[in-house]
Every structure is written in structure tokens, then in C-alpha cells.
């Protein structure tokens, strides 16, 4: 099964991710990934890819499709894939279709944004360890201090209110739309984000299956 995760910064579709791949038994796929595979193995697209990387410029789709196409034709693809993290808007899903790249099920994880900024701004990382907490959900014993260490626990700069809006607003700009093109095809199927993580898989391997 060929699959689509969707779903805004925080909604939690990279641990759906990994639990989809673990119950299939097929590989997650990011465009990152697979970019920095491409030069380090030195492909033709790759060699491509390495010179617009290092000026600074964006891939065009065309070259991050290629490399993706050449990713998905490895033996570890035969049972499927779930590409996470693109396509990240509608010009780059026609792209995908028009190379041939066959997608079964699109999976969007939604949560409000404002849960999402709640989420994300609540949370704070030892500097020291690399612990994680929440303000609500789960904080340290000592606020601004880590259980693990002692190491001061800080909000990360992506964390912060100003900047999540702006990742949001970037997200319903540029790959909401993705949402209605997929449903035109039949193809989407939306996952209400629960407050436990393990009662969103639930219903994401239920939609999976359906």
C-alpha cells in the first residue's frame, strides 16, 4: 500500500508514521532523507540535487521526484511506502502523478490549530540531555530544571507562539489545498487527533484498513 501522511507541525504524523511502518512493514520516506542518500551516494540526480543544495537554492520537483522514484524501486518498497512530508502542495502532487507514482490512501492527522499551538509552546527541552516535557502534560518536578540531569529545561525557538503561527499559516497556505485534491480523487481520509497518542493510532490503522 502506497500512502500519504498530511497533517500540520505538531499534529503528531511522524509517531503515525513510524507505527504505520512498523504494522506494514514498509518504509517511511522523507524528502530530506532521501535527498541527502542521493549525494552521499553520488547518483546522477543526486550530483543535480548537491549543486542547488549547496547554493542555497530549492530542488526543483522534478529532481526531488526522480530521486524519489528512484527511492521507491528498491526491494524494501515492493510491499509499499508512506511518504511523509511530501508532496507539500498540489504542483508537486500533479508532479507525482504524472511520473507515475501510484498513491492508494492519503491520511490527514487533524488537530485544531489552537491545540496545536498549545502543544507545541507548552513544550520545553533539557539543554544538557535533550529531555522532554510539557508544561501541562508532563512537567518537571522543578519548573525550568530536568529530572534526568539537573540541566535547565528551555523552550525551543520553533516553539515559540510567534513561530508556530507562522508554520501554521505557511501549512494552510501552501498544503492544506492538498486536501481537496485528494478528496477529489476519493483518496483522502481524515484522523481526528486524540488527547492520547495511542487512541490516534487506533483509528489510524482502522482508516488504513478500510
Known amino acids: 500500500m502506497n500512502l500519504i501522511l498530511l497533517g500540520a507541525p505538531g499534529a503528531g504524523k511522524g509517531t503515525q508514521a513510524e507505527v504505520i511502518c512498523d504494522k506494514l512493514q514498509i518504509p517511511a520516506i522523507s524528502t530530506g532523507n532521501i535527498l541527502r542518500e542521493a549525494v552521499k551516494n553520488g547518483t546522477e ?20 521526484i526522480g530521486i524519489l522514484k528512484d527511492r521507491i524501486a528498491g526491494d524494501d518498497c515492493k510491499n509499499g511506502f ?14 507525482l502523478e504524472k511520473m507515475g507514482v501510484v498513491i492508494d490512501k492519503v491520511i490527514e492527522i487533524f488537530v485544531p490549530d489552537e491545540k ?3 502543544r507545541l509552546s ?31 529545561t528551555v523552550q525551543r525557538k520553533d516553539d515559540q507562539p510567534e513561530t508556530i503561527k507562522e508554520r501554521l499559516r505557511v501549512y494552510h497556505e501552501q498544503t492544506a489545498p492538498l486536501k481537496d485534491y485528494y478528496a477529489k480523487r476519493g483518496k483522502l481520509t481524515v484522523v481526528e487527533g486524540q488527547e492520547e497518542v495511542a487512541d490516534t493510532t487506533k483509528l489510524t490503522l482502522k482508516a488504513i484498513e478500510a
Request: charged residues 30%; glycine residues 14%; negative net charge.
Open 116 to 118: 496545536i499551538e498549545q
Open 122 to 152: 507548552g513544550r520545553r527541552v533539557c539543554e544538557a540531555c535533550g529531555a522532554s516535557y510539557h508544561v501541562d502534560y508532563k512537567p518537571s518536578k522543578v519548573d525550568g530544571v530536568c529530572d534526568k540531569c539537573g540541566g535547565k
Open 45 to 64: 540526480l543526486g550530483i543535480k540535487a548537491k549543486g542547488y543544495m549547496e547554493s542555497g537554492a530549492l530542488v526543483p520537483d522534478e529532481v526531488v
Open 82 to 95: 508512506i511518504l511523509d512530508g511530501f508532496p507539500r502542495t498540489v504542483p508537486q502532487a500533479e508532479a
